[in-house]
C-alpha cells in the first residue's frame, strides 16, 4: 500500500463553543463569617476574593457577559475589583441589585443578562476557585439537556439529627443536646457546588413560576426550582478546591491551596 493511500487519523473534533452570560452573587448576608465586609470583599492574598473568583470566571470559553449582583453599599467596592481582575476587553459588565433572598437576586441578575446568549452561569462571588474543566463540561451538558451543576459525591458518613428520643424516658444528660436519629445511606448523595449552568430562558421560566406559585417557599440552590417542577438536571464532577469562603478558616485553607500550585 502506498503512502498515499494509507488511512489518515481522525482529526479529533474541537468541542462547541457556547456563547453564555455569568451571573455572580455577591448579595449574600455574610452572617456566618461574622465579619461587618462580606465574603467576596475580604482579603485573599491581598485582593479581594471576588477579584479570584472574576479572573477565573474570565477564562471561560464562550462567556463574555458578566452580571454582578450587589447590595447597593457594596456597589464601590464590587466595581474596583471589576478593576483589579483586569478581564478581557471583550467581556462586557454589567450590575442588578441584590434581592431578600437567594432566588431574588439570582432573578435580578439573570434578567440582566443578554437575551442573545442561550445560557447562562449562576457562581457564588465567595468561590474563587471554579474548575475551568467541570465547567466546560457543565455548559455543554445545560446546553443540551437544560440544566447541569458542580457537584461532589459525598465520601463522609452522613447522619439525620432528632432532637429527643420519642418514648423513652427524659435523660436529663441529654438535655438540648443534638442526637443521631438515623444513619443516612450517602450511596448517590451528592454536595452541589457553583457554577449552575441553564439555559437562560428555561431558569426563568422555573424562577418566575416558583415567584407565582409559592412566594414564600426559599430553595436553597438555582437547580432546585427546575426540580421541584420535574425538570432533569445534570450532576458534574467538581473538585474539593472549588471551596466556598464562609469561614475564617476557610481564607486560610484558600491561601494554602495558592501557595502548594493547587489552583492556577
Request: glycine share 6%.
Amino acid at each position: 500500500m502506498s503512502k498515499r493511500n494509507k488511512a489518515r487519523p481522525a482529526r479529533k473534533q474541537a468541542p462547541e463553543v457556547w456563547r453564555c452570560s455569568a451571573v455572580v452573587v455577591a448579595a449574600g448576608t455574610s452572617s456566618r463569617m461574622g465579619a461587618k465586609m462580606r465574603k467576596p470583599f475580604l482579603k485573599l492574598k491581598g485582593r479581594p476574593v471576588l477579584v479570584w473568583t472574576l479572573q477565573r470566571l474570565g477564562r471561560i470559553q464562550g462567556l463574555d457577559h458578566i452580571v454582578l449582583v450587589t447590595r447597593a453599599e457594596d456597589r464601590g467596592r464590587a466595581k474596583q475589583a471589576m478593576k483589579q481582575a483586569q478581564l478581557r476587553k471583550s467581556i462586557q459588565v454589567s450590575f442588578a441589585d441584590g434581592g431578600a433572598r437567594r432566588q431574588d437576586s439570582v432573578t435580578n441578575g439573570v434578567n440582566a443578562t443578554r437575551e442573545d446568549h442561550p445560557l447562562v452561569l449562576i457562581h457564588d462571588a465567595a468561590r474563587p476557585f471554579p474548575p475551568l474543566e467541570a465547567i466546560q463540561k457543565a455548559i455543554d451538558a445545560a446546553a443540551h439537556c437544560g440544566g447541569a451543576i458542580l457537584a461532589m459525591p459525598v465520601k463522609d458518613t452522613v447522619k439525620r439529627e432528632r432532637k429527643h428520643i420519642q418514648g423513652a424516658p427524659v435523660n436529663p444528660e441529654l438535655n438540648g443536646r443534638r442526637i443521631i436519629r438515623e444513619t443516612v445511606p450517602r450511596s448517590g448523595l451528592w454536595l452541589a457546588q457553583t457554577p449552575q449552568v441553564f439555559r437562560r430562558a428555561l431558569i426563568l421560566e422555573h424562577l418566575e413560576r416558583l415567584k407565582r406559585e409559592a412566594p414564600l417557599d426559599e430553595v436553597t440552590d438555582d437547580a432546585a426550582a427546575l426540580e421541584r417542577y420535574g425538570h432533569a438536571v445534570a450532576l458534574i464532577e467538581s473538585s474539593s478546591t472549588n471551596l466556598k469562603i464562609t469561614r475564617h478558616e476557610d481564607l486560610a485553607i484558600a491561601e494554602a491551596l495558592l501557595k502548594a500550585g493547587l489552583v492556577k
